[in-house]
């Protein structure tokens, strides 16, 4: 499969814990988001990496939120603290650089998070 | 802002009828308006999008057509089957990256 792959697919957490996502782009896709999408929702942009430079960040990534992209591969999104506001699907997507901006974006399955 | 909405916020049709949804975008700045379908405990899927150079394009049975003055974007989906059965967002784009998304319409197709 040559999609975008995200890993876990499921966390469930107890409030005050840290947890960590891991985001794989499509191959050669310079461009990577994240987006959280919750209950009845569409997906709000968190932020956005073009290779290793994280390059805008959303009001909703409040500093409990890191995202990391070392060598321009694959992608972190960590959330220290977490809290039961945190519980949602966190979406990745990745696009090639194409003409125009925006570029297609490209999304993964998701991760759900529950936190308890 | 960019302000995103979307009509119906659910439909059902009958098997084989066309099916259309409508987005409206308030950010004059928007040259991408592309279309996603999103089925339970999956991620969105691109289906179609288009730019704002383009007033329509179609792809077999879904189509999209764009209203750059009136500030205004319809997916049309025609012979629908059981498996259109989802949600569809709009996600309306201005700039190197954002995308803002409506709020979703849930379409139930019935065999």
């Known amino acids: 499969d040559t999609g975008v792959s995200q890993d876990p697919r499921h966390k469930i957490t107890k409030r005050g814990q840290n947890v960590t996502f891991r985001c794989d782009p499509i191959s050669e896709h310079n461009r990577l988001y994240w987006y959280r999408q919750t209950l009845g929702q569409g997906p709000e942009f968190l932020t956005y990496?073009?290779?290793?430079?994280?390059?805008?960040k959303s009001r909703l990534l409040s500093d409990r939120f890191s995202a990391e992209r070392p060598k321009g591969s694959f992608s972190t999104l960590e959330i220290q603290r977490t809290e039961q506001g945190d519980s949602a699907m966190y979406l990745c997507a990745s696009s090639f650089p194409g003409l125009v901006d925006p570029y297609e974006q490209y999304f993964g399955p998701g991760t759900r998070l529950t936190v308890t | 802002g960019e302000n995103v909405e979307q009509h119906p916020s659910t439909l059902s049709v009958q098997e084989g009828d066309s099916a259309v949804i409508k987005c409206t975008y308030s950010d004059s700045a928007s040259n991408y308006f592309p279309w996603y379908k999103q089925e339970l405990g999956k991620g969105p899927q691109l289906i179609i999008d288009?730019?704002?150079?383009?007033g329509e394009k179609k792809d077999q049975r879904i189509a999209v057509t764009l209203n750059k003055t009136a500030k205004h974007f319809s997916l049309h989906i025609t012979e629908t089957q059981p498996e259109d059965s989802a949600v569809y967002f709009c996600?309306?784009?201005?700039?190197?990256?954002?995308?803002?998304f409506g709020k979703g319409t849930k379409l139930s197709v019935i065999p």
């Open positions: 288009i730019r704002s150079n383009v």
């Open positions: 990496f073009q290779n290793e430079a994280q390059l805008e």
């Open positions: 996600a309306p784009g201005a700039g190197s990256y954002q995308l803002t």
